[in-house]
């Protein structure tokens, strides 16, 4: 008898897009005049075109898979060297960062990356991890898969993962455990973070690897959004702190800032002196695994793709990139700018393309969800959705076309002037 | 304590193709004269250029994200629409079997489902599972990492996993199991066969679809070389078979029809009636899994390879496809009477585009490699390496130029008149 993974039963409902998603079909069937008026603000989904300098390197691709001489099989596993190599100098070297191409592992994005970093490590719960909440759910599916936590709670929250909490009161980066809290073995942190739009210093990045080189523990820091940080000082990556290419992987994405989200391509930085455990305390580089993990379950990225992700690095990419960053980030300053306007209490939007607001007048955040949606013709991601601490406020993506921004401040704004949801 | 996933220290000594590769360096650096004339005929890679279809596909794609109005950002979870419908029609509907849309995955090919597959399923031996010797390597490598064996044993198997030798007394294809053996949960079957080239009867295949549906078993069938089957009355699928849609899930690749090895894109079918079972005998239907491991841990596919791939079932994306597989078996069937020729005993080359020879003189497969490496340059495959079943063959690839596989036979033929590796 061929028997399932079980764990996948303990998976609560259904993803949260899913579920935003079911709400707005209903929504479009009682309201089918609306949908022309709809604005999505919801999933963190890019809407401007993919640069010229990435389009141009596809097409070149596209022509060279067309002649024998410069047709290309079976890539390298862990992508190509040119990719690679431009990642390792782009985002690193030219920092002043030691990482080299050998330590880059190119993927289709971070929903894979997250998923099987957790192939290399002890599962069922050998590893105490730590999550932050609100964080991004898939962080949280992928450990329910492979058994790492309970069953769910009636807060959502499952049984075994210890949640970190990010409230307006830490400035939504959690604290380091004390001393007389149990040791976490894999920490998740994502700075800037989906959902909330907060950033983190460089000394409470500090006090995190310090935590980790102490107790021999793991943190996977998600970058995804790097290319939205603006202030001076604060760390793009978490190789700024010493000792941190001992403890630390780091996740991009190019989904965000080259506009990738339906290319598919980002990759991970896996140091060669970070190691992980046996139950026997041998130390093993977690490098020559995630080698193995990938050279033995995939074959990597198109080579078409990969040229594409190459001219990100290019003078013409880069500078086509930061357009996009900035029109993106023009956008989350006209959401933060009017909401405050409004005397809502706002965070994100300066570091980040997300705006995370405070519900007005004590409104849960899916009531608040509906009266946007019903009221406003506005969809957005009720913060809930990303854990229990999201309870009370809502996240609006700035990934959108400045039309519609401006536009979803206006309706906010004659919502708001008749009392937003009371 | 981070701890890690030990069963990835029980991987013997490296996957196949990294030894080839190590041994063809050293060849090379001790005979650096010999490689303008080294033709590899060991990894099975295609050569020709990229379908013409396939590319004018892939330069809309790119084309309409430079716009904002056709730019895509995420797509479907599993695929898009138009692509997992062109393949129901085209792969099935088309021969008459009873596959929907919403039963196709797709993915970024075969190498990543055979592994993805083993998430839904339960691990550290709760199946018990069949598979054939000799085999593709990632089989059996993707149930080493996830617990599903004991330590390799000196002959390379694993324990914990039931081997079905494929050898000339059966025609490389597996008996089903007799009553007095114990009961597989999980099997693996791929025909035409990768390695040995051998094809199996539509007879045969029915009484696997028959032991799986008696012990409650899933088969795994990899059809990735499905277009080189040219004998009639030959199953080009198993869903061919009655029942077959409630207990099997089938894996295709565009590798090795639409030359798809550096672009990336297969999927499986998966039948809704397909169900497996909780360790308390409860019916799971697998296609609600794979749906949810699919939307958790991937974003699926680029748009502009999705097209691609859509493109191989245009008329002109036939053709052209046609023309490939054609051009690879007329290749094969070179390979395979030359070496009849020489008084080899060949298998495959007919519905397949590898030849399986038995080696002559009593040679193992890796003098045989080193024979073939250093004395005629030519790079195969030691057919041990996909299991000590392949022990005393090789594999030869025919995807290559036409030249270089007349040149193979020449060569060949050579070292057999100077009584080949003895």
Redesign the interface.
Known sequence: ??????H??K?AGG?LF?EIARRVEIHLSDHPEAADRLIKCG?G??????P?AV?QA??RA??E????ES?????EPTGYGFLREAIAKGDFQDHGLNIDAEEIFIS??S??DC??IL?????KG??RIGITDPVYP?YV??NV?CGNTGVAKEDGRYEGLTYLPCTPGNGFVPDVPGDDEPKL??IYLCYPNNPTGGMITHDQLKAWVEYALK????IFYDVAYQAYITEPNLPRSIYEIDGADRCAIEFHSFSKNG?F????CGYTACPRKLV????D?KE?P?HG?WS??W???????????QRGAEAIYSPEGREQVQGLVDFYLENARILREGCEAMGMDVTGGVNAPYVWIACPDGLSSWDMFDRMLNQANVVITPGVGFGSCGEGFIRISAFN?RENVVEVVNRMKMLSSEKLGV
């Not at 107790?215 to 793991?218: D, L, W």
């Not at 992980?276 to 139950?279: E, I, Q, R």
């Open positions: 008898m061929a028997l399932i993974n079980e996948y039963l998976l993803y899913p999933i989904d890019v809407t401007e075109p993919l010229e389009r596809m097409h596209v022509d898979m067309g002649a024998r047709f290309r099989g079976y890539g289709d994005g929903k894979t998923s099987a192939d290399i490590l002890a599962v050998a590893n898939v599916d992928t898969m073995d894999l107790h021999k523990a793991i506009g989200t339906g290319v598919r992980g455990w046996t139950s305390g093993i977690l695994l193995r993990r050279s033995t379950k995939s074959n990597n990225v198109a080579y078409i793709i076309s």
